[in-house]
């Protein structure tokens, strides 16, 4: 068998070519060969992840459609249903940061339209290096002008996420898009393709060679030329996606389509094949007849280009006229491009000669899959270095110390960030960004819709299994806090190369902690994404598995919001404080240590304060609560006085048999911040006493100033005017910008 | 046939982007930079039009669309015709 | 009465303004199709916020020349109501309807965030339920939102009343903090000088309800109700 010399270049192995040769009784043409080589990529495949992935819990009675169509569903009542999943866009990002990012919103959006359900909300998840690493603050420009570029073009609030900053990511950053949109339960429309003879149609922007090999290259690690891979990123074009979106919607409330499919990694070849192998059926197309941008494209580039804005449909027979007039209307391009067969085959025309025919599941269900060898972690890793308080000595002035936590990277404000995206249009968004969770109402109904995104790699990078399991019960105490109950999750899973023995050991154990939280919290896995290869001359990135939950209330007005709102309130802390410094924020950022093992977890008593707090926040007692997580209870509380409309500050005790920096910076989980007047605060003691879950007062709500006592002295006495200048204008700092007039609070 | 059209704010217009890349030119080491303005550069491909009338043409294409008068010049140059401005 | 919402390819605040008329404030409300000739027998138009083409060439240079952009012009030659909202006062200052055009933002970024306004002028259509004074919370999300015009029309606006709203600080102070996007004087929406038109770039359809958290919009959208009730009788 000869055996072509561009096999690398194409990321498949000689193994991989002699199972092609097998499966076609033959050698493939270059055309078919770069079909397999997009198809069989990790990016489509799941090759190296498939046999992990199913490890994750995706049944439960609201699940609609789970993983392994464009996006999950879940039913939501009221006939509604919502659909949702999350994407990463890592390597374009790094190499053209506003246009990476900007198609990885256009592409999870499509995922979301393709389903029928209109988008209403984007959340996105940001993983840079150090601000001073080379490029950074053109990357974190970049990567949040072309989010805000793209979803407000196309008219979709980006309503949450977060960003956070490690040196991990210094050469590899993570860019992973979240949409969500509500459909009529049974108006969900799937990509599978049916009915021999029915039409297959193209639609959207014309092909030109942007993309090519995009799967591939997601697939494969950067060198350190990996600047120079430019030519393979895609522009994207929200104003077309716009009139796709409006399009593709209209058309959805006729009874016309069979199939639709967004054209996304591996473009024309991913859709036809997939929609084609869902179905069991063939498709015959010419290619002859695809809309293209550029002269001279072979075959090989028109199945692969990964031009965005585009769609691939079977409509019923005899419905073309109609469904060409609807996208005329809009002023897009159409073609009728071929036809449903019942051979199982994917035959691909140049008009009249076929550049490709290959059984349709050979390209999609039997791509190989690999159980990639694992490799526990070496006796002296981070994670194995338990924390001894006797080498962390306390700090003196622990309000300097608090003031440094709240101002730093990763703790400062996001307004920097979130104002450059639209979140109140389509006039949904009942809570801004900046809180516990983003909260939208749903019009037509008196429910709400909450949805966080959560992820700490640290933890994951200490002990994946746990950690994972913290990005889970995190994501879900966020949902709580707002007074949502949590329905279910997409991921995106960032991790480093998947030839790494020790990168697969942690891939394994993080779906373990996933599935084991996601069992005892009772939320289903309803749609997701691996992203492997995030390395940079070898060095893997931490662990980075991303969790996005949502979450539904009955009545939308009944939410606590997560800022301090009334003084005169008392402050209670549900849950219990432990000496637990491992992998803290405080130990990172105030003694430079990444170590020990993350907080513990009982997921028993994590649903229980979630509960109680859900619950309280329901009969209206609860007027804030705001999850402890990244800076323990002394961030928490800082925030609670800042983050508001309006200043508040506190007077507060803390528990004395802890040493005082670790009562105020300790991480253990399953904690969450309440407000709320005398009586009802009386209301979640009993029911805490009553369930088992300890509890204590803080202290009250007043005055302008934070102070914390411990053991009968005055630890903290902080000016809260003062530290919300210091927090609200450090990320601007990070990024190189003085604050200007007009751009100050 | 093809024509070029360059758009650029009127001066006394403030040009914000004009003034970033100032700066950053002479973060850069450029410091001879003094100002910069920024502007649109369109090439459009006529077909069926003597030089002379595209230049018209040309002039009604950028009152009427390619340029807003209030906050913006334009200058048009066609094959073989003599250079215009607003 | 019947408000008629434009829609242009890219718009995406035209949901949004139809619902608060006809969902929050029960007002007949039809949406009007770019390439339509006809207003269809309405009393006032709103030009939505969003993207018309993509904001590609200049914020709203191509969609006023939409076929529908003439019978909105021979409507507010006759004294009909027009409010463009952002991406509206961008049609409306390319159409020439309002004076003026927008630039870039000062600080280059788009702004999304609740500002305050200062009522300038409680004597249009517009602003007839409101004081001159009232403090309002509406918020902007833009890119284009920096308002130029030659000193002399600057001076034109000012002394007949054109300006209606300005950027202002809590205390009601327009002074640069509070302005976002840098607009000549503060302003934040000005009419014409027959006060039948008006262009805003804050949106108030985005707080025209309580569970939004802030309703403080809605008195533009009942000034106008008002105004249409009155001339009616």
Known sequence: MPMPDNLEAQGLTEEEYGRIVRILERDPTPTELGMFSGMWSEHCSYKSSRVHLEKLPTQGDRVLQGPGENAGAIDIGDGLAVVFKMESHNHPSFIEPYQGAATGVGGILRDIFTMGARPIAVMDSLRFGRPEAPRMSHLVGGVVAGIGGYGNCIGIPTVGGEVAFHSCYDGNILVNAFALGVVSKDRIFRARASGVDNPVIYVGSSTGRDGIHGATMASAAFGSGGEERRPTVQVGDPFTEKLLLEACLELMRTDYVVAIQDMGAAGLTSSSAEMAARGGVGLEIDIGKVPRREEGMTPYEVMLSESQERMLLVVREGCEEPVFEIFHKWDLQVELLGRVTGDGFLTVLDGEQTVARIPARALTDEAPRYQRPTAAPDADHPGARAVSLSDISEPADLGRVLERLVTSPNLCSRRWVVEQYDYSVRTNTVLPPGGDAALLRLKGTHRGLAMSVDCNARWCFLDPKLGAAHAVAEAARNLSCVGAEPVGLTDCLNFGNPEHPKTMWQFEKAIEGMAEACRALNIPVVSGNVSFYNETAGQDIHPTPMVAMVGVMENVERHAVSHFTSDGDIVLLVGETREELGGSEYLATEHQREQGSPPGLDLERERTVQEIVREGVRRGQVRSAHDLSDGGLGVALAECCITGPSLHGADLDLQDDLRADVALFSESASRVLISGSAEAIGHLESDCASRGIPCRRLGKIGGGRLRIRHAGSLRIDLDVAKLRNAWSGAFAALVGETVGAGEGT | ?86 | MKFAVVVFPGSNCDHDVYYVLKKVLNQGTIFVWHQSTDLCGADAVILPGGFSYGDYLRSGAVARFSPIMKAVEAFARKGGLVLGICNGLQILLESGLLPGAMLRNRSLKFVCREVGLRVENAETPFTRCLRVGDRLRIPVAHADGNYTADEETLRRLEGEGQIVLRYCDEEGRTVPESNPNGSARNIAGICNAQRNVLGMMPHPERCSEVVLGNDSGRAIFSSMIESLAQAAH
């Open chain 2, 1 to 86: 046939m093809k024509a070029e059209v360059f758009v650029t704010l009127k001066s006394g217009v403030l040009d914000p982007q004009g003034k970033v890349i100032a700066r950053s030119l002479r973060a850069l080491g450029f410091e001879e930079v003094r100002d910069v303005h920024q502007g649109k550069y369109m090439v459009i491909d006529l077909e069926g039009v003597a030089p002379e009338e595209a230049r018209k043409r040309l002039d009604e294409m950028c009152q009427k669309l390619l340029a807003n008068t209030v906050i913006e010049n334009y200058r048009v140059r066609v094959e073989g015709a003599e250079e215009g401005n607003s």
